[in-house]
């Protein structure tokens, strides 16, 4: 079998894209046999990522979120990309618990989980401008005894 | 929306979506509120039954209503919390607030697993 | 609830990405509550222009493939795009039956199938160009006995 | 790929799978004429127990093999039909040429639906 696939997408930023957005990269790393776990484990990383696009980034306001994924042998990379704000300090708003919208409930957990779900996580941030984050994880190699 | 949520006495169970991220939890967290500011709620039960995905707007939406209750001396507790979501609510430290009780398909699995095995079984 | 929605995608041309391909389209999809059915529907027609693009258009070289997809209302409009070699004669090529590649045993019945499960289906061509296959169709607004 | 074709005298059974599209059945052309030419094969049965997706690629594979048994007096059935795999026969015209035999779990509801009402239950 081909030895790398990419793919690119784009879609509005209303939070009821969170889920098609899971389901499309899932989907799109179907052929690497992942486990169910690790299914799970990228959907909740791409589930953070472009919640904080939709809230952080846009400020509710609707615009347009990008994807790009591309699988090389059993790893999959994600780039999550969002023209909206951006971080000054890309660190501190790292940190588990660190948020700056207690006021709609964020746990400030999500960069913690994608930190905790992914083998790795890079984010790119300029002011004004936006933000990339992608992430890496090694699927399927394993023989994972519970799924 | 309205069948999800149930209050007997001052209890409200709020029977949780499949999939708990942030396009479902936001009308969760206004309608719990509601509940909690009028009529006199002080113990909400998170009901996990049929919920298979969880992200940190879960988190948000059970610690934001924990602290709501927190306030006026009430408690927070999940039921029929499956594997994925128990490590969910172990990552964020959540479980170490709330009451936890773990689904019975998996109650048996976990012995042999023998990891996150802090709930209670049901 | 918000009244459009737009996604665009696009993938390399392995036929391990035809069911990613139907899976993401029927994800966006998923917020007009289609029944069983209509998915079904829905995901056979995209397999069918994608096999099309792959097949036909791009004579299984890999290149990118294009899907263009708009939520109004009820309808759903999906446009399935390559820059592949196009068709001379496009009502020819949409008579049920008619296949130019009966060695690969193709049927000859893509077509027929697209118009059958969509409500609508527009195929724009240009030889040595490219093809862009447009169909529409209403989901999820009627109370369907068996889904 | 192996197990999912098995061989009883002249009869080839090959067990589909789920998604019975032009990725999927590339595959099985080629393996079920190595078998029509080597094996002698007179007759193969299509078995959709597995299959819930099927396109016009799934129609090409079936006709496919039935002109290539054709020329050797040979015979095409599909067993485990579901109600969206019966649609895709149907519509295609090959329900005419082989024989089908239902899924059990939709006969029942076939009956009152009374549509495609052509195959025989199994
Ligand atoms: N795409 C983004 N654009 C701008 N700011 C962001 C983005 N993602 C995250 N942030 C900032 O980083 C903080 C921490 O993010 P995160 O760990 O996901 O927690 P939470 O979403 O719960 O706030 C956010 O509160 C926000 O200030
Ligand atoms: N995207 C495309 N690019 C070029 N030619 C195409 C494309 N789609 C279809 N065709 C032509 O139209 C014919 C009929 O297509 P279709 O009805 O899907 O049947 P089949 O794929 O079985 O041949 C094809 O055989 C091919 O010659």
């Not at chain 1, 899971?22 to 990522?49: G, Q």
């Not at chain 1, 618990?97 to 400030?108: A, F, I, M, Q, V």
């Not at chain 1, 957990?109 to 936006?130: I, K, L």
Request: proline share 2%.
């Amino acid at each position: 079998m081909e030895d790398t696939n990419e793919m690119k997408m784009e879609f509005d930023s209303y939070s009821s894209n969170e889920s098609f957005a899971r389901v499309a990269v899932a989907a799109f790393c179907t052929r690497l046999n992942p486990t169910l776990e690790e299914l799970s484990d990228l959907k909740t990383a791409i589930s953070e990522a472009i919640t904080n696009c939709i809230i952080h980034a846009y400020d509710n306001q609707i615009r347009k979120i990008q994807i790009i994924c591309r699988i090389k042998g059993q790893e999959v990379e994600v780039n999550i990309i969002d023209h909206g704000k951006g971080m000054e300090d890309v660190a501190k708003a790292m940190e588990p618990l660190y948020t700056t919208r207690p006021d709609l409930d964020r746990s400030g957990m999500g960069f913690a989980f994608m930190e905790a779900f992914m083998d790795e996580v890079q984010v790119e941030s300029t002011p004004g401008e936006g933000t990339c984050v992608c992430m890496r994880k090694k699927l399927g190699c394993f023989t994972h005894p519970y799924a | 929306m309205g069948e999800l949520f149930q209050k007997r006495g001052t209890v409200l169970t709020i029977r949780l979506p499949k999939e708990v991220d942030h396009h479902h939890t936001e009308a969760i967290r206004c309608e719990a509120d509601r509940y909690i500011e009028q009529e006199h709620i002080r113990e909400i039960v998170f009901d996990f039954m049929d919920t298979g995905f969880m992200d940190s707007s879960g988190i948000g939406m059970i610690m934001g209503r924990y602290r709501n209750l927190g306030m006026i001396g009430g408690r927070v507790s999940a039921i029929h919390v499956n594997e994925r979501i128990y490590k969910i609510l172990y990552l964020s430290g959540v479980y170490k607030v709330i009451d936890i009780t773990k689904k019975r398909e998996w109650s048996n699995r976990d012995e042999k697993k023998g990891e996150y095995g802090d709930g209670r079984y049901e």
